[in-house]
């Protein structure tokens, strides 16, 4: 039995490290296990000019514990009059590597985002041209299809009419939670991946009714049911390497989530690699968590591999029960790997 693993060390392609106090209590849980990651740009108002996307790097920067060696990769949210101009320029400063969509009114704060996807068709255009990442948050919005089908039907309605539109558009399927999205990405041509969240390897649907109604477990897209959990496990842990490691941590305080209408987040980040590490643990698969944590992400953003390493063990861990006023995924559990550093 493996009992230590020492691997490069990670990074996460998908945090919402938010601003102010949240941004100042969150920011070192992942940059303690992180070397690189993907910025969400979900912000009120959210980032969409570059001095906004230079000045939001700055925060964080000022945010991280001293001698953290940690890089924020910032992205740009894509709006309806997001200019293709202003997206390259942005991109070739190095102000952001990579474009979101959200969909307009999908999740927390993307009342700003796109209505309709031709209306950024210059952008996206652009994008491929200059090898520009599109990040997706794949849901439909239309409230008359079922919320545990809108990601489905976001294969078929927006993600193969682009693709065969633009076929050398880069795109990641973000936060991908179906049978339906890990069979499109795994069967699709080169050029798509797509990022696992841990919490979605873990709990399935039943996990938000468990006893009681639990909003710490509500998160978009929401956990479906278990057959998707599966191929879930099977993608992240089987080898290939269009999956890689995003975490989607998205921390709201605890009353902003025990609340008559509560925000769609879970807060994973204080221990994603021993969540993750336990998943792969369980599937027979530690020798393949390095490329899925390390290689994978680096591999499809065309970035060097980090060259330092990290080391978990096993051994149990608590996880505490709230954090700065935050509930962490799996409060108050313990689990059977640790991060030693
Ligand atoms: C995210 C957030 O809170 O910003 N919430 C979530 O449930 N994942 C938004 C998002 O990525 O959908
Ligand atoms: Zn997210």
């Not at 849980?29 to 690189?36: D, I, K, N, S, V």
């Not at 997001?82 to 009114?105: F, M, T």
């Not at 079922?146 to 050398?168: K, T």
């Not at 399927?173 to 080169?190: I, K, N």
Request: glycine share 8%; proline share 7%; hydrophobic share 45%.
């Amino acid at each position: 039995m493996t009992d230590q693993i020492t691997l490069r060390r990670p990074d996460d392609w998908h945090v919402h490290l938010r601003d102010g106090a949240m941004l100042q209590a969150v920011a070192g849980y992942t940059a303690r296990q992180f070397g690189r990651a993907i910025i969400m740009p979900n912000l009120t108002p959210p980032i969409t000019t570059a001095a906004a996307a230079d000045s939001y790097r700055v925060r964080i920067l000022g945010a991280l514990p001293a001698g953290v060696d940690f890089t924020p990769l910032m992205t740009l949210y894509l709006t309806d009059d997001a200019d293709p101009a202003v997206v390259e320029a942005g991109y070739r400063a190095g102000s952001w590597i990579a474009a979101k969509l959200y969909p307009a009114r999908a999740t927390t704060n993307s009342h700003f985002g796109v209505t309709d996807i031709a209306k950024i068709g210059g952008v996206l255009e652009r994008m491929a041209r200059i090898g520009m990442p599109l990040l997706v948050h794949g849901e439909v919005t239309d409230p008359q299809v079922d919320i545990f089908d809108r990601e489905a039907a976001f294969i078929d309605d927006v993600l193969i009419p682009l693709r065969a539109r633009l076929p050398e558009l880069k795109i990641v399927f973000e936060h991908v939670t179906t049978e339906e999205a890990v069979a499109y990405v795994s069967e699709s041509a080169p050029g798509i991946g797509a990022t696992i969240t841990p919490h979605h390897l873990v709990i399935n649907r039943n996990a938000l009714f468990a006893g009681g109604l639990r909003p710490h477990a509500y998160c978009l897209p929401v956990a479906k049911r278990e057959r998707h959990r599966q191929a879930l496990r099977r993608a992240a842990t089987g080898g290939n390497e269009r999956f890689f490691l995003g975490t989607d941590t998205a921390p709201h305080l605890v009353a902003a989530k025990e609340a008559d209408c509560g925000c769609a987040g879970i807060f994973c980040a204080p221990a994603a690699l021993e969540v993750y590490a336990g998943v792969f643990d369980e599937m027979g698969a530690l020798d393949r968590l390095e490329a899925f944590a390390s290689r994978n992400g680096p591999r499809f953003y065309g970035l060097p591999v980090n060259e330092t390493r990290v080391t978990l063990r096993r051994e149990p861990t608590a996880v505490a029960a709230e954090l700065g006023g935050v509930r962490p995924f799996l409060a108050g559990e313990t689990l059977p790997w640790r991060f030693v550093g």
